[in-house]
């Protein structure tokens, strides 16, 4: 009786409990991948100067991203090895995507990754093509 009963707390707890972004994961996840695939091949252990990770991270964003949490109230903190964990990383994107693109401009996401939040559209265009054509 123990077990049916715990199966259908899990079940429901499944199906009722879905992650904080889980519908931005699914919208954001054509960009992420792509960007994933642009930045580092999907190597987690990518690392280029400061920028680590299969989505090249730097130190400065992680920052930004505990800010953000701070301003909401959250207790959740990132480090800075999380920029070696893909889910985190996700979660990261999305976070600064919620804060400076809340109308999930596709464009604006993808030269703000490579450029920041005020990217020059010149200097982002080359990244901005390669993610494209790895979102094909």
Request: charged share 20%; hydrophobic share 40%; with cysteine.
């Amino acid at each position: 009786m123990n077990i049916k009963r715990n199966v259908i707390i899990l079940f429901l707890g499944l199906v009722f409990c879905q992650p904080m972004h889980a519908n931005s994961h699914e919208y954001w996840s054509k960009v992420i991948n792509a960007i994933i695939h642009v930045e580092s091949k999907g190597d987690v252990n990518a690392i280029s100067g400061s920028y680590v990770g299969p989505m090249q991270i730097a130190p400065i964003l992680v920052e930004e991203c505990n800010q953000i949490l701070s301003e909401k109230k959250s207790q959740l903190r990132y480090t800075l090895d999380d920029r070696f964990n893909i889910y985190k990383c996700k979660e990261m994107f999305i976070l600064f995507q919620e804060k400076y693109n809340p109308t999930k401009n596709v464009e604006w996401a993808i030269r703000a990754w490579n450029g920041g939040p005020k990217f020059k559209i010149k200097s982002t265009n080359s990244y901005y093509q390669k993610v494209l054509a790895a979102m094909k």
